[in-house]
Each structure stands twice: as C-alpha cells, then as structure tokens.
C-alpha cells in the first residue's frame, strides 16, 4: 500500500462568531474543496467550513478512496485513507483552533464520513450523509453513544440501493448513534429539500 501523509489540500473559511461547531464539507467523485462551500454556507450560515480534496484519483476524478467497481470498494484503502483523513482533521483542529467538526459529505464523501464515524468517531460531533451507503460489507463495531447523524437517501438514486443506505443506518444505530434517515423522491443528485432538511437538522 502506498504511504501516505495527512497533506490534503484544502479550503478552510473561518467561521463568523456563531457558535456552531465548524463543518467538515466532503465532495463526490469527481468533485473537489470548492464543491461544497455553497452548501455549506447555505445549510450553516456563519459555521466555520474545512474542506479537503480528496487524494485518490480515478482517471482525472478526485475521490477520498479507491473503488473496485462503481458501488464495490477497497476496503484496505479506504480504512488506511480514512485514518490519513481523520489525522488530518485533528491536525487541522490544531491549526485552526477548531472544536470536532460536524462532517456533511456527499456521495463518496458521505462514504468515507459513514467509515470515519465507525473507525475514528472521536473526530467528528455529527454528520450528515447525503445519498451514502455502507463503506463495508461488515461494518466493524464501535461505540457512537450520543452521536447525531442525519442520512438523507433519494428514492430513485441509481447509484445507490435504498437497502444498501437502510443498512448504513441500522449499522449505526446498532452502534448508538442516533440516527434520523430520510428517503427523498429525488435521485443522486442534491436538491432544495435536502438543503432545508440538513439546514434544520443542524439548526436543531
Ligand atoms: C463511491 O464510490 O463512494 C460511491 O459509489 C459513490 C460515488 O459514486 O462516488
């Protein structure tokens, strides 16, 4: 396996004196840092937002772990990249003088944010999942006691199986997390219903 750092390039924009803790924004495949500011600054006005670029490429498409096959993924990887992102999240806590962010990922960045709660929850307050799925095939066991998360799904998502996101939550559930799972009639992609639904879910 190839070494690895915590060098992530990346976006932070400090946050306006609100006091909310700052979100961790996570892009889909293909994205990069800048993707999701917009939302982000929509969902938590004020919030400080710390975003990294993922650094595995397929082809010319940032991702934050390898894949296999779409929906099918390298487990080892995404357990070595998910320990490099966490240490970047604390070295960046360091940094930037940050409490634990609250994660909002998408896609593949709400599948790494799912692994980061089960292999390194100590690194984020909440999270919100938007259109993720179970990074494992066997979650591993952890202790989430006290841990919010909002997964939402979209009834017609392609990409993701809505038995697949069930499991996500059941696994998290299982795990002490209290999780809220909403199912959208919406596909991959993010609408105005899920920017109203994490807005209040974070507001809450
Ligand atoms: C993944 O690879 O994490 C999922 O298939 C979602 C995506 O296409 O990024």
Redesign the pocket.
């Known amino acids: 396996m190839d070494a690895v750092t915590t060098d992530f390039i990346h976006v932070f924009e400090p946050g306006t004196g609100a006091s909310r803790p700052p979100l961790l924004l996570l892009h889909?495949?293909g994205g990069d840092e800048r993707d999701l500011l917009p939302f982000g600054r929509m969902v938590a006005p004020g919030a400080g937002l710390l975003s990294p670029r993922g650094r595995v490429l397929e082809g010319a498409m940032p991702?934050f772990?390898r894949?296999l096959a779409?929906?099918v993924?390298d487990e080892a990887d995404l357990i070595a990249r998910t320990h490099e992102l966490a240490d970047f999240i604390e070295q960046a806590q360091r940094r930037y003088g940050l409490p634990a962010p609250v994660a909002l990922g998408f896609?593949?960045g709400a599948?790494i944010a799912a692994s980061l709660l089960l292999l390194r929850p100590e690194t984020l307050a909440g999270a919100v999942l938007l259109?993720a799925?179970s990074p494992f095939a066997t979650p591993p066991e952890t202790r989430l006691a006290g841990k919010k998360v909002l997964i939402l799904s979209g009834a017609l998502d392609p990409?993701?199986p809505a038995e697949n996101a069930a499991r996500l939550a059941d696994a998290l559930t299982r795990s002490g997390a209290s999780v809220e799972h909403r199912i959208l009639p919406t596909g991959h992609g993010l609408s105005q219903a899920d920017a109203n639904l994490a807005r209040g879910w974070l507001e809450a």
Do not use: D, K
Request: glycine share 14%.
């Open positions: 889909g495949t991702r772990f894949r779409e929906g993924f896609s593949n599948n259109r799925m990409i993701i």
